[in-house]
C-alpha cells in the first residue's frame, strides 16, 4: 500500500491480557519506528529497527514489551500482562535510509492501535 | 536532541495566514529543523524541514532567523482542516538513529 499500515485499530484488552500489535511500512523502507502516546501528550518513543537490527530500545518502559521485526519488513509489537497505564496510541512509523541525508529524513506515521486495558 | 519550545495554543481565524513560532536557542549547528503536524485521531504527518534557509512548499513556509535560534511555521491561508496539533522537531545527523523526539506541540484552532 501507499501508507503504513497499523492494525488493529483499536484493541481493548483485560488487566493481565498479552497484546500483539502489527505494522506494515512503505515498501523498501529500511527504518522502521514504534511510538506510544498517552492522551494529550506527544508520542514518545519506544523503539527503532533498520532492517531487522533494532538498534534502539531505550524507550520500550519494561521487559513487558518487546518488538521485532524479523524479516527486515513488517513488524510486531507485544505488550505481556497488560496493565492499566499501558492505555495508549501505539504509532507505528517508517522511513527510508539515506545517509548522506539523514538530518532530513522525513518519518510517515500510521494511524496507530489505540490500547484500552480494562 | 536539542529542545523546542512552542506556545500550548493557538487560534487563528479561516482564511487568514498563522504564524506558528518555535524557540530553539540550544540548537547546534548541524541540526535540521522539522515540522509535523497530527489532525485528531491520525498519526503525525510530516509538514516540511530545513537547515539553514527558508523553505516553502505546498503545504507550508518554514521562516528561519538567522541564528537559528529561533523559525516559524506559516500557513499561508489556514482552513478548518488545519486545526491540529504542530509539533516542531530538532533532528541531529545519526545514522544509527534516526528517531525523533516530540515535544508537546501547539494546539491550533481555526475559528470559521
Known amino acids: 500500500g501507499a501508507g503504513v499500515s497499523q492494525s488493529p485499530r483499536y484493541k481493548v484488552a483485560k488487566r493481565g491480557q498479552d497484546v500483539a500489535l502489527r505494522c506494515d511500512p512503505i515498501s523498501g523502507h529500511v527504518s522502521l519506528f514504534w511510538y506510544q502516546q498517552a492522551l494529550g501528550q506527544g508520542p514518545e518513543f519506544l523503539t527503532y529497527?533498520?532492517?531487522?537490527?533494532?538498534?534502539?530500545k531505550s524507550g520500550l518502559p519494561s521487559d513487558r514489551f518487546f518488538a521485532e521485526r524479523p524479516e527486515g519488513s513488517v513488524s510486531t509489537l507485544k505488550i505481556q500482562r497488560t496493565q492499566q497505564e499501558d492505555s495508549a496510541v501505539y504509532l507505528c512509523?517508517?522511513?527510508?535510509?539515506?545517509?548522506?541525508?539523514?538530518?532530513?529524513?522525513?518519518?510517515?506515521f500510521g494511524a496507530g492501535s489505540r490500547l484500552t486495558v480494562l | 536532541d536539542a529542545k523546542t519550545t512552542q506556545p500550548n495554543s493557538m487560534e487563528s481565524n479561516e482564511e487568514e495566514p498563522v504564524h506558528l513560532p518555535c524557540n530553539h536557542s540550544?540548537?547546534?549547528?548541524?541540526?535540521?529543523i522539522h515540522w509535523y503536524r497530527q489532525l485528531p485521531s491520525q498519526g503525525p504527518e510530516y509538514v516540511i524541514h530545513g537547515l539553514t534557509s527558508n523553505v516553502n512548499n505546498r503545504m507550508a513556509s518554514l521562516a528561519i532567523a538567522e541564528d537559528r535560534k529561533s523559525s516559524t511555521l506559516i500557513l499561508h491561508r489556514a482552513t478548518l482542516r488545519d486545526a491540529a496539533v504542530y509539533y516542531c522537531?530538532?533532528?541531529?545527523?545519526?545514522?544509527?538513529?534516526?528517531?525523533?523526539?516530540f515535544g508537546t506541540g501547539t494546539r491550533l484552532t481555526i475559528i470559521p
Open positions: 522537531i530538532l533532528r541531529d545527523v545519526d545514522f544509527g538513529n534516526e528517531k525523533l523526539t
Open positions: 512509523a517508517s522511513s527510508l535510509l539515506q545517509r548522506e541525508l539523514s538530518g532530513a529524513n522525513v518519518l510517515t
Open positions: 540550544t540548537i547546534s549547528g548541524t541540526d535540521y
Open positions: 529497527f533498520q532492517n531487522e537490527a533494532q538498534l534502539d
